[in-house]
Structures are given as structure tokens and as C-alpha cells.
């Protein structure tokens, strides 16, 4: 049974800096790691991703604010948050998709939730002016 366990969110004022974490299970083949959020009566948005090799690709959104990143063993998944605006308020979750495809394969198709294969229960991300 794959498990990802987010953990990290909580409350932060606009323009501070968070950075949720992710518990991931080794993988011995490729894979990529996604962050994603639901924002309050919006649909869940794909937001960020890394690959195996260790690549990385973001939204117009978070670009330049968000960085996705894990550890050199590869069992934690970051979201650093900087510069955070109102409108990043949601639930936050990471994802797993097992495969070759790499970041670009993702992106290029819209960051969509439906290709990911696990998912964790998210968590908590609530900005204050």
C-alpha cells in the first residue's frame, strides 16, 4: 500500500513564507511527485512538479514563489511557500504518478490530478491579510 502523508500547512500571513512537507515512499523506478491544491469553491488545481531526475515545472501562479523540492533520499517532498498571497488560501496535497513520464509529459498536460496514482489527505494552508 502506497501511503504520502502531508504535513506542514497551518496559517500565514500574506507575504510570509511556509513550506508544507510530504512523507513519499521510495521508488525504485521513475516516477514524479505533484503538489496540488483546492482553493475554497474552486476546483482542485495541479500546481507543482518534480521527477525522479529531479526536474521540476510550475504553474504561471506560483512560479517564482513556490519551490518544489525533496530530500537527497527522496523520502520527503517540500513546497516552499514565499511571498504568499491571499489567493494561495486551500488545501493542500501532494500526489505520486509511477512511470517514466517526466515533468514536461505532466505540464503538458495541464498538470492534471487524473494522471496521478496516490494521494495524501492534504493539508491546511490558511493566509491572513
Known amino acids: 500500500q502506497v501511503t504520502l502523508v502531508e504535513s506542514g500547512g497551518g496559517s500565514v500571513q500574506s507575504g510570509g513564507s511556509l513550506t508544507p512537507s510530504c512523507k513519499t515512499p521510495r521508488r525504485n523506478e521513475r516516477y514524479c511527485l505533484g503538489w496540488f491544491r483546492q482553493r475554497p469553491g474552486k476546483e482542485r488545481e495541479g500546481i507543482a512538479v518534480?521527477?525522479?531526475?529531479?526536474?521540476?515545472e510550475y504553474v504561471e501562479a506560483v512560479k517564482g514563489r513556490f519551490t518544489i523540492y525533496q530530500t537527497i533520499d527522496k523520502t520527503i517532498m517540500y513546497l516552499q511557500m514565499n511571498n504568499v498571497k491571499s489567493e494561495d488560501n486551500a488545501t493542500y496535497y501532494c500526489?505520486?504518478?509511477?512511470?517514466?513520464?517526466?515533468?514536461?509529459?505532466?505540464?503538458?498536460?495541464?498538470?492534471?490530478?487524473?494522471?496521478?496514482?496516490?494521494w495524501g489527505q492534504g493539508t491546511q494552508v490558511t493566509v491572513s491579510l
Open positions: 500526489a505520486l504518478r509511477d512511470g517514466p513520464d517526466g515533468v514536461l509529459y505532466i505540464a503538458n498536460r495541464g498538470f492534471s490530478g487524473r494522471l496521478f496514482h496516490y
Open positions: 518534480i521527477d525522479s531526475d529531479g526536474s521540476t
